[in-house]
T-cell receptor, first 111, second 115 residues
Framework: SQQGEEDPQALSIQEGENATMNCSYKTSINNLQWYRQNSGRGLVHLILIRSNEREKHSGRLRVTLDTSKKSSSLLITASRAADTASYFC???????????FGSGTQLTVLP | DGGITQSPKYLFRKEGQNVTLSCEQN?????MYWYRQDPGQGLRLIYYSQIVNDFQKGDIAEGYSVSREKKESFPLTVTSAQKNPTAFYLCASSIHRDRRDYGYTFGSGTRLTVV
């Protein structure tokens, strides 16, 4: 079952611009995570935000979480061509340890 | 360097044949997971294991089998009962089964094609 849904499905921006991706989910969560996947490769963990946190930063990444709206956003500032990839949100729920992934946003950063 | 190794990178399966995908980690992680990814889609959980000699079905376990005889290894067998096995298979691990706030470490994937 797909817990998270990313929006938009695809995003194309110029180098130096900011990129914002959104994720919505359906049930209460323990935490929400964002991952990046380059074409044909495995996923790389970017950042984790707990359900009692509202905002978190890591380098050029900023994640927000609104549990009342069951949504999260990932902001990549000053984007680079190397940021071109698919970005997935994933949620951890209840006593289960496994993550449920959304369908992803394909980000293209044009040089 | 620690990490997860998946092999082979590419695998071709004939109709009616069972194939096994390898996943090995040297991170001393307790939990391991298998996901399937179809083109342009997210990941769907096949099986997971939180401890040696124990594993649980995920959302799409039919036609697949796993074993967890060693902490470091979690092989996935795609059986002939899986009617549409062509996909990208990803193995992942996580640090501690009693800690909820962790990220996964992924392998580089195996692309399986039915010929």
């Amino acid at each position: 079952s797909q817990q998270g849904e990313e929006d938009p499905q695809a995003l194309s921006i110029q180098e130096g611009e900011n990129a914002t991706m959104n994720c919505s989910y359906k049930t209460s969560i323990n935490n929400l995570q964002w991952y990046r996947q380059n074409s044909g490769r495995g996923l790389v963990h970017l950042i984790l935000i707990r359900s009692n946190e509202r905002e978190k930063h890591s380098g050029r990444l900023r994640v927000t979480l609104d549990t009342s709206k069951k949504s999260s956003s990932l902001l990549i500032t000053a984007s680079r061509a190397a940021d071109t990839a698919s970005y997935f949100c994933a949620t951890s729920r209840g006593s289960a340890r496994q993550l449920t992934f959304g369908s992803g946003t394909q980000l293209t950063v044009l040089p | 360097d620690g990490g997860i190794t998946q092999s082979p990178k590419y695998l071709f399966r004939k109709e009616g044949q069972n194939v096994t995908l390898s996943c090995e980690q040297n991170l001393n992680h307790d939990a391991m997971y298998w996901y399937r990814q179809d083109p342009g889609q997210g990941l769907r959980l096949i099986y997971y294991s939180q401890i040696v000699n124990d594993f649980q079905k995920g959302d799409i376990a039919e036609g697949y089998s796993v074993s967890r005889e060693k902490k470091e290894s979690f092989p996935l067998t795609v059986t002939s009962a899986q009617k549409n096995p062509t996909a990208f298979y990803l193995c992942a691990s996580s640090i501690h089964r009693d800690r909820r706030d962790y990220g996964y470490t992924f392998g580089s994937g195996t692309r399986l094609t039915v010929v």
